[in-house]
């Protein structure tokens, strides 16, 4: 009779530490269980600071999340067949987590940009096999955005298989970030504040919503950019991207919000650098804009409230732009520090803003038509 012999030996082999990450087969067991770094001083007031969940620990950032989600629900239901091409509008994150999701389930994968993505990002999602289709005219009214979203339109139409997430309003692209919720919890028990930026509204709604069921009294605070018309400011031209929208993304939920705040460019830049000099741990745009939130909020919450800010990835995409010293004077981005403390409006129609400012009046702005005063600059 044949004997198996067992592995015996201890692993680790004694003397080693115990390894704590993950051993994973797939590249999309990679996803997921992200680190929290604390953000104190010197970025922080002394014995103020928030929590960053670190999402750039993801293979491609905060949208793999989402893609592999997507992706597999869409299987499950039979609307995306095996092997059929999948096609979506994107500045880039959810094309890194889709080009992930293609990989893991065996779709090809195209990706519909504006020449404003970045070189690098071009050149990644095309070494991980995604084919990338950048538009020429922004659309005269609803700028790069829509010109992309007719562009998806277009490639439906043309190969009838294809299937498009829609991020914009597919509701599992909010589904899918209730893990990231529950690791909060796990990580910090406690949880007050929730700082999150908004673009097509999926994490602040899934991750929202998921922690509001364990903390009733959570606070929410949305970050948009100047410019974005999410939460009810007109449309102007954006040099941040991943965050805001030139169109009105159904998967945002305004009723979780207590609070919104535009922040500018430059006092993201300002943020973001900060950050990398101060703590090491940074992003771009839409981190810039979270971080400078959240530290304003540590400081005029009470000491002890645990507040979770959501850093959607990393730096490495912004070395052409928030890093980079030629980009930011020809933009005029580094001369701006911004105030301690946001501008305040008692309403998103009161006036167009053009640096940081809050509100804390959040309201859908397609159902909210009953307040008209004129917008002015
Ligand atoms: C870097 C970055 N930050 C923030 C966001 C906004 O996230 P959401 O679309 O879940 O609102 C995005 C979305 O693409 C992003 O790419």
Redesign the pocket.
């Known amino acids: 009779m044949n004997t198996i012999t067992a592995v015996t030996s201890p692993c680790p082999p004694a003397g080693l530490p115990v390894a704590t990450a993950p051993s994973v087969r797939t590249p999309a067991g990679l996803v997921g269980n992200t680190p929290l770094l604390w953000v104190g001083e010197p970025f922080a007031a002394p014995g103020r600071g928030f929590w960053a969940k670190l999402e750039g620990a993801n293979p491609g950032?905060?949208?793999d999340r989402?893609a592999l989600y997507m992706v597999q629900a869409a299987c499950d239901r039979g609307e995306l067949l095996p092997g059929a091409p999948i096609v979506e509008s994107?500045?880039?994150?959810?094309g890194l987590g889709l080009a992930l999701a293609g990989n893991a389930f065996g779709h090809p994968v195209t990706v519909v940009t504006d020449p404003g993505m970045e070189p690098m990002m071009s050149s990644l999602l095309a070494a991980y096999g995604a084919t990338v289709h950048v538009v020429a005219e922004p659309h005269p009214v609803g700028g790069w955005q829509q010109a992309r979203r007719d562009k998806v339109a277009e490639l439906l139409a043309a190969r009838p298989d294809t299937w498009c997430p829609d991020?914009y309003h597919n509701p599992d692209?909010v589904a899918a970030y209730r893990p990231l919720a529950h690791e909060l919890v796990a990580q910090l028990g406690r949880i007050d504040a929730l700082v999150v930026?908004?673009?097509?509204?999926?994490?602040?709604a899934g991750v929202g919503s998921a922690l509001r069921d364990f903390f009733p009294d959570l606070k929410v605070v949305g970050v948009d950019t100047t410019g974005s018309t999410i939460f009810g400011q007109p449309a102007a031209p954006r040099l941040m991207?991943?965050?805001g929208s030139s169109i009105h993304p159904r998967n945002v939920a305004y009723h979780l919000f207590d609070e919104v705040h535009w922040v500018a460019a430059p006092e993201a830049v300002w943020a973001a650098r900060r950050l990398a000099r101060c703590h090491y741990a940074t992003?771009?745009?839409?981190v810039g804009a979270v971080a400078l939130t959240a530290r304003w909020l540590a400081g005029v919450l009470p000491a002890e409230a645990r507040i979770a800010a959501i850093f959607?990835?990393g730096p490495q995409r912004y070395t052409g732009t928030v890093f980079c010293e030629t980009y930011c004077r020809e933009h005029g981005l580094l001369c701006h520090f911004p105030p301690d403390a946001p501008q305040e409006i008692a309403h998103p129609r009161e006036r167009t803003v053009t640096s940081w400012t809050r509100c804390t009046t959040v309201t859908d702005p397609l159902a909210d038509l009953t307040h008209t005063p004129a917008v002015r600059r």
Do not use: A, C, E, F
Request: zero cysteines; a positive charge.
């Open positions: 950032g905060i949208k989402t994107t500045s880039g994150t959810l991020q692209n930026s908004v673009g097509t509204g999926g994490h602040s991207r991943g965050l992003g771009g745009w839409s959607p990835d």
